[in-house]
């Protein structure tokens, strides 16, 4: 007798919603970590931001929602592996410095010159995955580096965490630089975030001068104070500004996040602020 158990296509849905409900309902807070447009630090402030969260003792998870830029097993030094079964038929989660729980796409092609070249619907279907079958556990913060934008792929993956199986909305952190054409599509993000009812963090003010290595002073490459002028514009929190530091090149590149270097650098000294208020505000959910 054929097994019938998933004939029909309405149950199963409903069984995979269940499962993604179960699977969300262990996760206390959820940080989308977006830009309005790309190149501008996004996937750099989410692996500090889950490092940074990790060292303070929290269980973290890192979602690299990215699909056609999946930078961050570069950034968090974890490449060239691949995702394997947790054997209970679900899929066990790559792990960085000894804590960080991290799944993305990169893990799923051949090498790292492979374009992923899908269309929406299989992207889609692939980030339900990862949020579904992915065995998490339980977490305190669940870090997703969403593409940049505010189209489909954004979207999508905001509305899989935002829709009825979480319990609540997730947070929002929008990264920019001080440059006008950076600033516009920021507000946009900013827009997003309130048309999806997320509780928006803040903004980050990435790349925001440059801090010279032998003399300590800030050159304002691609201007500054901008990314304070729009969150005052919009009423948002203006989490902090991060200087462009030629020591984040290097690290990244190594497959180190800068917050585990030099701590008395103005990037660092900038990014430990933004974490200490992204933590007073998570702690009043």
Same mark, same amino acid.
């Given at each position: 007798m054929a097994d019938n158990v998933h004939a029909d296509p309405e149950q199963a849905r409903e069984e995979e919603n269940q499962k993604l409900e179960k699977q969300l309902a262990k996760i206390r807070n959820t940080i989308l970590v977006m830009s309005g447009k790309g190149g501008v630090g996004k996937s750099t402030v989410a692996a500090n931001l889950a490092l940074s969260l990790a060292r303070e003792g929290f269980r973290v998870g890192v979602l690299d929602g990215d699909i056609h830029g999946p930078d961050i097993p570069k950034i968090l030094g974890v490449e060239d592996v691949s995702l394997t079964g947790d054997g209970e038929g679900g899929i066990k989660p790559v792990?960085?410095?000894?804590?960080?729980?991290?799944?993305?796409?990169?893990?799923?092609?051949?090498?790292?010159?492979? *374009?992923? +070249?899908? $269309?929406?619907p299989m992207k889609h279907s692939v980030m339900r995955q990862f949020l579904k079958d992915v065995n998490w556990g339980e977490l305190d913060y669940l870090v997703v580096d969403l593409p940049p934008g505010t189209g489909d792929e954004p979207l999508s993956i905001a509305q899989l965490i935002r829709g009825p199986a979480a319990a609540v909305a997730p947070w929002a952190i929008i990264v920019t630089t001080p440059q006008d054409v950076a600033l516009l599509d920021a507000r946009k993000s900013v827009e997003f975030a309130r048309a999806l009812e997320l509780r928006i963090l803040g903004v980050i003010e990435n790349m925001s001068g440059f801090s010279c290595p032998h003399c300590g002073e800030s050159i304002d490459l691609f201007k500054a104070g901008g990314g304070l002028k729009a969150a005052e514009d919009l009423r948002v929190n203006f989490l902090g500004a991060v200087p462009i530091d *030629?020591? +984040?090149? $290097?690290?990244?590149?190594?497959?180190?996040?800068?917050?585990?270097?030099?701590?008395?650098?103005?990037?660092?000294?900038?990014?430990?602020?933004?974490v200490e208020d992204i933590l007073r505000q998570t702690a009043q959910q």
């Open positions: 792990t960085a410095f000894n804590t960080i729980k991290v799944v993305s796409v990169g893990y799923l092609l051949e090498s790292r010159d492979t *374009p992923v +070249i899908w $269309r929406g *030629p020591r +984040i090149v $290097r690290d990244t590149d190594e497959g180190r996040p800068f917050v585990m270097t030099d701590d008395s650098s103005q990037a660092n000294m900038a990014f430990a602020r933004i």
